[in-house]
């Protein structure tokens, strides 16, 4: 759910999956016209917030989704991108398959767009 404001009821979201870069390394800072933007449904909407769900058909991983409205495009907002301060894997900077691992960190200010 996003909370939003000042934008009119033909709003629509646009979303794109980041390229995944090597371990400890996520690309957030790619520029908006190399993204593959895919129109995604809004479930629900008022005066000042949107709800939309990442299609089933996308693979997991870190997103961007940017507002449409009147031909004018927001920023875009990562999703799923914490911001890490220490990782620990059962092979310390790495981890293997179906073992564990933890992250300390938040998740990232969201920007109104």
């Given at each position: 759910?996003?909370?939003?404001?000042?934008?009119s009821?033909?709003?629509?979201?646009?979303?794109a999956?980041?390229k995944?870069?090597?371990?400890?390394?996520?690309?957030?800072?790619?520029?908006?016209?190399?993204?593959?933007?895919?129109?995604?449904?809004?479930?629900?909407r008022?005066?000042?917030?949107?709800?939309?769900?990442?299609?089933?058909?996308?693979?997991?991983?870190?997103?961007?989704?940017?507002?449409?409205d009147?031909?004018?495009?927001?920023?875009?907002?990562?999703?799923?991108?914490?911001?890490?301060?220490w990782?620990?894997?059962?092979?310390?900077?790495?981890?293997?398959?179906?073992?564990?691992?933890?992250?300390?960190?938040k998740?990232?200010?969201?920007?109104?767009?």
């Amino acid at each position: 759910m996003l909370r939003v404001g000042n934008i009119s009821k033909d709003a629509k979201v646009r979303l794109a999956l980041l390229k995944d870069g090597s371990a400890g390394n996520a690309k957030l800072f790619t520029k908006p016209v190399e993204l593959k933007w895919t129109a995604v449904g809004i479930m629900q909407r008022s005066e000042s917030t949107l709800k939309f769900i990442i299609p089933s058909t996308m693979e997991m991983g870190i997103y961007a989704f940017r507002i449409v409205d009147r031909q004018i495009f927001s920023d875009p907002v990562h999703l799923n991108a914490p911001v890490c301060w220490w990782f620990q894997g059962d092979q310390g900077k790495t981890v293997s398959p179906g073992l564990w691992f933890a992250i300390v960190g938040k998740l990232p200010k969201i920007r109104k767009p």
